[in-house]
């Protein structure tokens, strides 16, 4: 049995994805750093009665993430697809963070989504087909918002250099960009963002798209 896990499965866009797929009958495993959100996102998923995993880690402990994937893997089987959705959303000038607030910043940004997407995508590539989506955004820079346009712009990078590598062996590796701040009922409702990943992952390998922007 094999199914989604979602790192980063929070309110908002993340438990928006886990439901998704939950509603098309896969196992979900949902990572969190908050054991509270773990709990609140998994009881969101019971009246699609598929399995739910249930993880505490944070992105940018290496090795708790990747326990985590393990767990997932152990309790599911290696993921159909893989969603990476944590993020540090702030608003910061030039000059305004100190050198470890911007590393602070790039560790959940890109270095997560980096040791989410090296520790899945070979077993993805062993098996011939799967999907890693992350979550991306600010399509241009924006000065009021550098750490996370400086993230954006660098998980973007991170996501070819992993379809590149990965892409032949039948991983799609892909980024759904958001150009706005996700609220309910607006032009950026989690729910409809989240359609974009599920149409992703069930895309034909001859019809792959690499970035969605909503």
Request: charged letters at 20%.
């Given at each position: 049995m094999s199914g989604a896990v979602v790192v980063g499965a929070g309110p908002?866009?993340?438990?928006?994805?886990a439901a998704r797929f939950a509603r098309e009958g896969l196992p979900v495993a949902v990572i969190a750093r908050r054991a509270r959100t773990v709990r609140d996102t998994a009881a969101t998923l019971r009246e699609f009665a598929v399995p739910v995993v249930e993880?505490?880690?944070?992105?940018?402990?290496e090795a708790g993430l990747r326990a985590a994937l393990d767990k997932a893997a152990a309790e599911l089987g290696p993921p159909d697809v893989l969603v990476y959705n944590a993020a540090v959303i702030q608003a910061d000038g030039v000059g305004d963070l100190t050198a470890r607030g911007h590393l602070d910043a790039y560790a959940v940004n890109v270095v997560g989504a980096h040791t989410a997407a090296a520790h899945v995508a070979p077993w993805m590539a062993e098996r011939g087909h799967g999907t890693i989506i992350v979550t991306g955004g600010m399509p241009a820079p924006v000065p009021g918002y550098v750490s996370l346009s400086i993230g954006k712009a660098a998980v973007r990078?991170?996501?070819?250099?992993?379809?590149e590598q990965f892409g032949p062996s039948g991983v799609h590796?892909?980024?759904?960009?958001?150009?706005?701040?996700?609220a309910p009922g607006t032009d950026y409702d989690p729910d409809d963002i989240a359609?974009?990943?599920w149409r992703l992952h069930a895309q034909p390998a001859g019809a792959w798209e690499f970035e969605v922007v909503h």
């Open positions: 908002g866009i993340g438990r928006a994805v993880l505490v880690a944070d992105s940018t402990d990078t991170l996501l070819r250099l992993v379809a590796v892909a980024t759904v960009t958001v150009r706005g701040a996700v359609e974009h990943y």
